[in-house]
Structures are given as structure tokens and as C-alpha cells.
């Protein structure tokens, strides 16, 4: 199950990719490694099925409501100057660790971004990933859990003061 850490503009969800080498050879379990990344994967057209390779997740509320990672670009050099129409959910770089001996294997930590912060019922994560052997999964998540939370954020930085 994901950690999410609640914040009072939306959530972050930090999900673990685990890879394992098992029979794969050195090549194709770099390949594997690499389609993680998104921008590594090309062939992904509008009305077209997607690439096996391509790791995707998404969101779906009661009210119908979904986002979903797919498509998106991970230049994060221009910022937008309005929010999006909410649901939005992102891709955040993940961090990398490696592990050697008969079994290698490499974990990354992904962070998804939801914004805004869910509505306070249930909603719907779906990961999928076939070229890593993850079929269409979906696992319920609590969204008055994390409303609750984010009630409770402290702000970083103080208020700037008023000039008079």
C-alpha cells in the first residue's frame, strides 16, 4: 500500500516500482528498468494502444471524476501560470536504489501528485504495467483520511507582514 503525505493544495502518493533480473538477461533488465520512465517510452499517439512498456496510474473518484499520468511530460521547465482543471495527477522523479547478488534487484520510489485534495469519500488508484507483469490492479483509497489530514497542514513559511 502506498504512503500519502497530505498537504492543503493536494496529496502526494509515494509508490515503490520493485524490478527484479530473475531470468532476464543484463539488456533486457535495463530495458525494463528504463520504462519506468515515461519520456523513455515512444509510439504513445492519441487513440492508439498504449505501449506494453508504458507504467501508468490513475485516479477515479465516486463522482466519476479520473486523471491519469498518461501522456504527460516530465519538463518541469515552465511552469504553469493557472492551475489545471482538477483532477490532476503527476509524476514526480523518483529516487533509485540498487541491489546486487543472485536475485538483483532495483526499487524506485515514484511520488504521484493529486491536486487537488481528493473529495472526502473513496476513491480509486489503478497502477497498470505489462511489460512488467503488473496487470490492471486497483486498490481503494480513503479520501476523508486524507481531507482530515490536510486539515490539519501547517504552513513552512509564516505570512509575509502587511506593509502599511
Not at 6 to 17: E, P, Q, Y
Not at 143 to 160: H, K, L, N, R
Amino acid at each position: 500500500m502506498p504512503t500519502i503525505q497530505a498537504f492543503s493544495t493536494g496529496c502526494l502518493i509515494n509508490v515503490d516500482i520493485v524490478t527484479r533480473r530473475q531470468a532476464l538477461s543484463s539488456d533486457d533488465f535495463q530495458a525494463l528498468q528504463l520504462a519506468v520512465f515515461p519520456h523513455m517510452i515512444t509510439g504513445v499517439r492519441a487513440g492508439q494502444p498504449l505501449p506494453d512498456q508504458l507504467l501508468r496510474f490513475g485516479v477515479r473518484f465516486a463522482g466519476g471524476a479520473k486523471a491519469t499520468t498518461v501522456g504527460q511530460r516530465l519538463d518541469r521547465t515552465q511552469l504553469p501560470q493557472d492551475p489545471p482543471p482538477g483532477p490532476h495527477l503527476s509524476l514526480l522523479l523518483p529516487g533509485m536504489s540498487m541491489r546486487s547478488g543472485d536475485d538483483d534487484a532495483g526499487v524506485m520510489t515514484w511520488g504521484l501528485w493529486l491536486w487537488p485534495t481528493p473529495p472526502r469519500e473513496r476513491f480509486e488508484l489503478a497502477v497498470e504495467w505489462p511489460v512488467g507483469g503488473i496487470e490492471l490492479s486497483i486498490a481503494e483509497l480513503d479520501g476523508a483520511a486524507i481531507a482530515d489530514a490536510a486539515q490539519q497542514v501547517v504552513s513552512y513559511w509564516p505570512e509575509p507582514p502587511q506593509s502599511r
